[in-house]
Structure formats: structure tokens, C-alpha cells
């Protein structure tokens, strides 16, 4: 019996320069092959990636913005990654101020991930992978940091965002 594929769109949300560009690019190139029956294949054209797991494929499709307010009304998202710099305090309380109003618009059932790049930066840091995670939790959201310099906890990300997605789409 034949599976439809599934197609989503995810809009990561963050101040300019906290990385969101340089994120998206690690998932347009990753080679992640996760255990079992995982596979990843990409379109740069589109912006899209596509994960088979367990023989079931989802493609994501990834949009970015500065502007939270413009997104809003677009209706066809279907999950957030919200994007601050570890470096960077504003760029933080900004994050957090975006989870908020996205939780009062969409509700509880979309998948919100906050994100703290830059962690390479150890000796610039500014806020603490405590008060992220607690921040993320007080808005249901899950919380990763990354480093997209690196590559590094970008394939989590990437693998957090298709589970989250999966997990809100079975609770509605
Ligand atoms: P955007 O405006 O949110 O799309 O941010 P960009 O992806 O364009 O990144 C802004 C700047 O931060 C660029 O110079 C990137 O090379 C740099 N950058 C992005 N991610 C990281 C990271 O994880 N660590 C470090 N050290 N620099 C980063």
C-alpha cells in the first residue's frame, strides 16, 4: 500500500546575523545517515529536505525571516524555529518575546523549537544553556544549541524538528 508523502513548511524566526541562513545551509548539505532504516536527500533548488524513516518520507521545506509579524498570518506553516545567538543578549530577549506571540497565535499545536546558536563561541557567551532551556520550556518548546560554524548539533536539529512535527501532528 502506498504512502503520500508529507510536506512541510518550517520558518526559522531570529534577529539578523544570529545564523539562520548559515543553518539551513548545513541541512542542504548534511549527509546524516541516522541508524536503522534513515536516509536524507536534498533540493537547494527549493530548499527542501526530504528524511525517509522507517520507509515513511517527509519532506521539510525551510523559509526564513527577520520580520515575525509578516509571517504570521501565513497559515501554511507548519513549524517554528526561533533562532537566537548565544552571543548576543538582544537577540535573545527578542527569541523569547517571538515565542510568546507565536504560542498566543498558533496555539499549542504546532511545533516550536527555540534555538541557541554560536556555542562555539564559549568565551563570548552571554546567555547561559540554562535560562535557554528554561525559557523553551515555559512555552512547551524544545530547546537545542548548535553551532552552524561547525556543524555541530545541526543534524539533531534537524532530526528534532521532523520528531517534533511528528509528535504534534499525532496530538491533534
Ligand atoms: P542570518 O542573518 O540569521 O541568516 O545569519 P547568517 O547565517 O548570515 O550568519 C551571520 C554571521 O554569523 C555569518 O558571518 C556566519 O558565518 C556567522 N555564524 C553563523 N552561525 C555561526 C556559529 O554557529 N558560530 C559562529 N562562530 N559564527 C556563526
Redesign the pocket.
Given at each position: 500500500e502506498e504512502q503520500l508523502p508529507k510536506y512541510y513548511r518550517v520558518l526559522?524566526l531570529?534577529?539578523?546575523?544570529?545564523?539562520?541562513?548559515?543553518?539551513?545551509?548545513q541541512f542542504m548539505t548534511s549527509e546524516f545517515l541516522g541508524g536503522g532504516n534513515f536516509n536524507i536527500s536534498q533540493s537547494e533548488d527549493d530548499r527542501t529536505v526530504t528524511l525517509q524513516v522507517d520507509g515513511e518520507e517527509t519532506t521539510l521545506e525551510f523559509v526564513?525571516s527577520?520580520d515575525f509579524q509578516e509571517n504570521m498570518e501565513n497559515l501554511s506553516l507548519d513549524a517554528f524555529v526561533v533562532?537566537f545567538?548565544t552571543?548576543d543578549r538582544i537577540s535573545f530577549d527578542q527569541a523569547v518575546e517571538v515565542l510568546k506571540q507565536l504560542r498566543e497565535e498558533v496555539g499549542a499545536h504546532k511545533a516550536i523549537i527555540l534555538v541557541g546558536?554560536?556555542?562555539?563561541?564559549a568565551r563570548k557567551r552571554m546567555i547561559p544553556a540554562d535560562e535557554g532551556r528554561s525559557a523553551a520550556d515555559g512555552y512547551d518548546c524544545k530547546y537545542i544549541e548548535?553551532?552552524?560554524?561547525?556543524n555541530?548539533r545541526v543534524d539533531e536539529l534537524l532530526v528534532g524538528i521532523h520528531k517534533q512535527i511528528s509528535l504534534k501532528c499525532q496530538s491533534i
Open positions: 526559522l531570529g534577529a539578523e546575523g544570529v545564523g539562520k541562513s548559515s543553518i539551513i545551509n526564513q527577520e533562532v545567538s552571543t546558536n554560536k556555542a562555539d563561541l548548535t553551532s552552524a560554524a561547525l555541530h
